[in-house]
């Protein structure tokens, strides 16, 4: 949390990102970082800078409100954690790893006060041995007086005045009732002298006296089950308070400390990885495994959640677009689909498919999400769930889903209780645009594909639709491995194992098979528009084979150990990665052409599981030939440790809304009179400039930018003249001028009031020049020069300049 709750610092991946807490919007990413980021820490000398550490081996200082790095300081070695102390000046503590495996080191590296951007950081001195690299792991007493850290089962506490160490130990787990004791987090007290760990068996342990080895002291407090997973002080109140989470998706508030005065905020959804609490304590927030952040206020009352892209044990549905609101959808959380908006970098919703209650339990076989598919342009959705836990029973069911457009979701339709006897390999739908009535086809290793479409399920009591099957095909009983239509829906190809059969839609018959013996097919997909003909597929061999429908011949092959296989919806253009020694690459090609268009080696050193093209609405201009192929769609693709990554020419800061940083500027702003001024304005400006077209340019005065307001606004009172004589420049200078009328329009009788008038404001005029100080006379000819007003304005002014404005002086 930054200093005054207004933000919250995320880490992901080798970024940073801030967040509002009131809006839940993303307002700056900062980016730099080459390998992951690791630990966050607020500058304790300056509240509103930012260190960061990374596997890269450099700390950054950041300005988190304007998204600019400072700093660099380069330490040379892996960083794992980092902490900071207002008592260190000039020095930071971060965990590195000693030359031994699995030996890491706490140690004070003192970043040397430098003009220059980057800098190298001085030799890193020892403070701690043999500790973990968790960051929850370590922490640092109230007045810096010393730091306690965790491991196995052992307390080490160094106090930096005595430069002495004291170790506390559990029992090991040679003994059956100590056999969890080991430490798991560990937090200091802000005010007291109180370090409280959390253990392994659900214990929390309260140590007390810990600067005598003889004399020291611990209470115990037990509610949860399983780890305890982080530990966080609340100061507010007398003896503040402490936090606690774990599996059980449960945060507990322990009021004193104490065994009784517990409370709990239940049904958080997925297990609590880490807790922070902001510097006032009004505000406290939680990390779950389900890649999710909770927002709490200091009652335990949830106030907002930023969800990000909800990572689950094995991502079996693969990557899928939404064709109504062009998002991702994939598994989620278990038994759901998860639709992400990649552009907010949002969770749009969460479907429930299984639609039973999950029960957290590692030996329980749970019911699996393994296909799901959208048809007919997203009006119908296709899932398949699975259950086995002994060999011979299996439970299958697919289930067909339609559209509702009054309450804008998904509605079961059609449950079908094990469609085949083994289980589906693959299913899709035919999305040809003259496609008459629905079609589904699925294809299983019971050796066999059906065809479903769309039939008439009305009865006396209601009219209705439902899915039923209307053919089965199979070839010389070898198992289906993939199946996919053309892009006219007039051919459906389905491979049995090593040969791929190709199939009329129409009459469902039989019109030629391809075998390469090189393998099952795992890859399977039509070319499209100019490459329609051409039919792809990738065997377990290694090989890439092109077959011309027209001739029923092969094409052309290659040798290339495909991964993902994916084709444009909006051009002729394929992506296919392949596994290779050094990573993963990236092949982009036409079907019609033997030279790829595009080559990437070693897009990232992991395994790609999944990728998918996603339509641009709007077509970029890369004037790049090698990067054309990017102009209609952008390729998304995820990696073994489910890493979403695509090709972008912007940065991530690039890429956030113009509304996050509108908010980002409103919120920095402070809550005076002023501001409610300022605001209004802007908020008019706004309105105007959307109701505007593009081809007109609206002319508006720019009040932020004037050196005369920016003047005004922050001299000191005391060498300003009085409040009087500069509120009703001031408040003039404010006032936006409308479309001023020609002299035509203006009606006489108007004439004639500013002929009797002129004399009289003529007078208050030269008064006001005799009153008005010589060393001002700049402020007052940059406000008068701020907008040009037409007569009926001026007349408005005039009769503003009669008014008093004593009262602001008045006493």
């Given amino acids: 949390f930054s200093s005054r709750c207004r933000y919250l610092f995320c880490v992901s991946g080798d970024f940073v990102k801030v967040y509002s807490t009131a809006t839940e919007e993303c307002v700056h990413v900062l980016q730099g970082h080459r390998n992951l980021v690791t630990g966050l820490q607020l500058n304790p000398h300056n509240h509103l800078q930012l260190y960061s550490c990374s596997f890269d081996g450099t700390i950054k200082l950041w300005d988190y409100l304007d998204g600019i790095l400072i700093k660099t300081f380069t330490v040379g070695q892996k960083l794992h954690a980092l902490y900071t102390h207002a008592r260190a000046e000039d020095s930071v503590f971060v965990t590195i790893k000693k030359e031994k495996p699995d030996v890491f080191q706490l140690v004070s590296v003192r970043l040397p006060r430098s003009p220059r951007q980057d800098a190298e950081a001085e030799e890193p001195c020892l403070v701690l041995g043999y500790i973990s690299p968790s960051p929850k792991c370590v922490a640092f007493g109230s007045q810096g007086d010393y730091v306690a850290a965790v491991r196995d089962f052992y307390l080490s506490v160094y106090f930096f005045k005595k430069k002495a160490t004291s170790r506390f130990t559990l029992s090991s787990s040679g003994n059956r009732k100590h056999a969890k004791n080991n430490f798991t987090c560990v937090v200091c007290h802000p005010k007291e002298d109180c370090i ?127 064709p109504r609101t062009k998002a991702l959808v994939l598994n989620g959380k278990p038994g759901h689909l998860q639709f992400y908006s990649l552009q907010s970098d949002k969770q749009l919703y969460n479907l429930d498919i299984v639609q039973q209650e999950y029960i957290n339990d590692y030996g329980l076989v749970q019911i699996e999400l393994t296909k799901a598919a959208f048809g007919c ?17 299996l439970e299958l069911q697919m289930k067909l889903w339609t559209y509702n457009k009054k309450t804008q979701g998904f509605v079961l339709n059609t449950k079908v209780s094990m469609p085949h006897e083994d289980r589906i390999t693959a299913l899709c739908f035919c999305n040809a645009e003259k496609s008459e009535s629905p079609t589904l086809v699925t294809a299983s290793r019971d050796g066999r594909f059906k065809v479903w479409v769309l039939a008439d399920d009305s009865d006396i009591y209601r009219e209705a639709v439902g899915w039923t099957c209307d053919f089965v095909g199979s070839y010389h009983k070898y198992q289906a491995t993939n199946c996919c239509f053309s892009e006219d829906g007039s051919l459906l190809a389905v491979s049995f194992e090593e040969t791929v059969t190709i199939w009329e839609s129409e009459t469902w018959e039989l019109r030629c098979t391809f075998c390469q013996r090189a393998g099952h097919v795992r890859h399977l997909c039509f070319g499209r528009l100019t490459c329609s003909k051409y039919l792809l597929g990738a065997t377990e061999n290694g090989t890439l084979c092109c077959w011309n429908l027209l001739s029923c011949a092969l094409e052309w092959s290659t040798k290339l150990n495909i991964t993902v296989m994916e084709p444009d919806p909006r051009s002729e253009n394929v992506a296919a990665v392949s596994r290779s020694s050094g990573g993963s690459d990236l092949f982009v090609f036409k079907p019609s052409e033997p030279r790829p268009l595009y080559v990437q080696r070693n897009i990232c050193s992991e395994e790609v599981r999944w990728g998918v093209f996603v339509p641009r609405d709007v077509p970029d201009a890369f004037t790049s030939e090698a990067l054309q192929w990017l102009n209609r769609s952008q390729f998304y693709f995820l990696t073994a440790s489910q890493s979403l990554l695509t090709f972008s020419s912007k940065s991530p800061e690039e890429k956030l809304t113009p509304t996050s940083k509108q908010l980002l500027a409103e919120e920095s702003l402070p809550t005076t009179p002023f501001y409610f001024i300022l605001g209004r304005h802007r908020q008019q400006r706004g309105e105007q400039t959307d109701g505007a077209s593009e081809s007109e340019l609206v002319q508006l005065p720019l009040t932020e930018n004037v050196p005369a307001i920016s003047e005004l606004l922050h001299t000191p009172a005391h060498v300003l003249p009085s409040t009087a004589f500069l509120c009703s420049m001031f408040v003039n200078s404010l006032l936006l001028a409308t479309e001023a009328r020609s002299a035509e329009e203006m009606p006489d009788d108007v004439d004639m009031e500013e002929e009797k008038e002129s004399d009289s404001s003529e007078e208050e005029d030269a008064v006001t020049e005799k009153v008005q100080p010589a060393d001002h006379a700049d402020v007052g000819d940059d406000l008068q020069q701020l907008s040009q007003l037409s007569k009926c304005e001026e007349k408005e002014l005039r009769k503003l300049r009669r008014v008093d404005y004593s009262w602001v002086t008045a006493p």
């Fill in 377 to 393: 342009f997203g009006a119908w959705l296709a899932t398949v769930e699975q259950r086995q836990e002994k060999e011979g029973e």
């Fill in 196 to 322: 409280a760990t959390g253990h392994k068996d659900g214990k929390i342990r309260l140590w007390r006296g810990f600067d005598d080895e003889k004399k020291y002291t611990y209470t115990c407090l037990h509610w949860h089950h399983d780890l305890v997973m982080d530990l966080a002080f609340s100061a507010t109140g007398e003896g503040g308070s402490l936090l606690s989470g774990g599996r059980e998706s449960v945060l507990v508030e322990w009021r004193d400390a104490a065994e009784k005065t517990k409370e709990f905020l239940p049904r958080l959804g997925a297990t609590i990885e880490h807790i922070s609490v902001s510097p006032a304590g009004d505000l406290l927030c939680t990390s779950h495994s389900d890649n999710k952040i909770t927002i709490i206020h200091r009652n335990l009352e949830a106030s907002a959640v930023i969800q990000g892209l909800v990572r689950d044990s094995s991502i079996l549905t693969g990557l899928m677009i939404d």
